[in-house]
């Protein structure tokens, strides 16, 4: 029962002290109760909470979606939608997919999330659960597996590969399932989050953008969890020079206040006025959190979370040597994944670590997920390394 937090730190209602590596699921990029963006969100709240972005303009909010369309990566002139969760994000980039194409279909991954409202929960792919008893979904998905190199479905390995988890939309689905020119977008996380933090290979890119081109399909790129600096890029799509036509980004966005943003290319975003709206989206307390964000992270916190994250992993390189319940050691910047031997083993580990006062994360079905706020300090890191490796000792 969580009473307050400040920095990477959250105290619960009994005064216990926790090192929070979770950040509200990633959430809050410059920790709990950042000085500068309480002052931002205070300001705003007692000038303006809420006129609807629909009908009235505010200046913070074309300010935000200046930035943002200036930090897309890809350059080129955009156009920026406002909304107030991840999934919000995603449903825009799937409309817009259809409204600017023309076409109705998509292509994503299996083991993804994009949310839980229908559209995006008929691209989420990562447990049953979340899908059992709630169809039938938006129609004309097709699943394919995504690009992971440990489990690769086509029995490859990642230096002698040719991207056969691409190639299989030519070779395959669009002979057989469905014609490419039917297909709105590939929908696609950079970093695969919920599915098990999973980094793909830079050719993975390179190749979907190459099918894309060949048949006018639009690229999303679900930055929902993987965007706003927490891999040490402002955007996981930079680290593989991988250019979206779409790029949905939430979480991190404004610290904990809740706000999405549906970045696109401006030709690409030509839907009329009224064609997609929300009376929340872009509301100015949030714009206001997340305007306070964005500085602070070009100031200092995606440096910082390059840093921080490669010293901790460079610690962590030698866990699958060391520990024969490790397999391995993934992640770029502050968004790492330690996939471990069994599900019971990684439950084991989220439990006694939050009775060592460490608060973690699964995700996938044998990983431990980092993704700390963005301001963990050197010496926190090593109490959550400290931590870990005790407890995969006793293991
Ligand atoms: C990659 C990705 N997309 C979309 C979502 C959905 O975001 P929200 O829960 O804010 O709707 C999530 C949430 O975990 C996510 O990780």
Same mark, same amino acid.
């Given at each position: 029962m969580v009473d307050r937090g400040e920095g990477a730190i959250v105290i619960d209602v009994d005064g216990n002290r926790f090192l929070d590596c979770n950040a509200g699921i990633a959430v809050v990029a410059t920790g709990h109760c950042h000085p500068r963006v309480v002052r931002a969100i205070q300001e705003q709240a007692a000038r303006?909470? =809420?006129?609807? +972005?629909t009908d009235f303009y505010y200046e913070g909010m074309v300010a935000l979606a200046e930035k943002l369309a200036a930090l897309a990566p890809g350059g080129g002139p955009r156009r920026v939608y406002f909304g107030n969760s991840g999934t919000e994000a995603i449903e825009c980039a799937l409309k817009l997919a259809r409204y600017h194409t023309g076409r109705d279909k998509f292509i994503g991954f299996l083991n #993804?999330? =994009? +949310?839980?409202t229908l559209g995006s929960l008929a691209l989420t #792919? #990562?447990?049953y659960v979340q899908r059992a008893r709630m169809g039938p979904f938006m129609p004309g998905v097709t699943h394919i597996p995504y690009a992971n190199c440990l489990r690769c479905d086509y029995g490859q390995r990642v230096e002698t590969c040719h991207v056969e988890c691409v190639k299989v939309l030519e070779n395959r689905i669009f002979k057989t399932i469905v014609p490419a020119n039917e297909v709105a977008a590939i929908v696609v996380e950079p970093v695969q989050g919920e599915g098990g933090y999973v980094v793909p290979p830079r050719k993975f890119f390179d190749e979907l953008a190459a099918v894309a081109r060949r048949h006018g399909i639009l690229l999303v790129a679900d930055e929902v969890q993987s965007g706003m600096g927490r891999t040490g890029r402002m955007f996981a799509s930079e680290h593989f020079e991988f250019a979206p036509d779409i790029l949905a980004t939430a979480k991190g966005i404004a610290s904990g206040m809740p706000l999405s943003a549906t970045i696109a290319r401006a030709e690409v975003m030509n839907w009329k006025p009224g064609a997609h709206a929300s009376t929340f989206g872009g509301n100015p307390v949030s714009i206001a959190a997340s305007l306070a964000t964005v500085e602070l992270l070009e100031e200092e916190l995606i440096a910082h979370a390059t840093n921080i994250g490669a010293r901790m992993q460079a610690r962590m390189h030698s866990w699958p040597a060391r520990f024969s319940q490790v397999v391995q050691v993934r992640g770029l910047g502050l968004m790492i994944g330690v996939e471990v031997s069994s599900t019971a083993l990684r439950n084991r580990l989220v439990l006694e670590s939050f009775e060592r006062g460490l608060l973690i994360l699964g995700c996938g079905d044998t990983t431990i997920r980092l993704s700390p706020p963005l301001v963990i300090t050197e010496t926190q890191s090593d109490f959550c390394l400290d931590t870990l490796e005790a407890l995969l000792g006793d293991a």
């Open positions: 303006l909470i =809420h006129m609807s +972005g #993804s999330f =994009h +949310g839980r #792919s #990562s447990k």
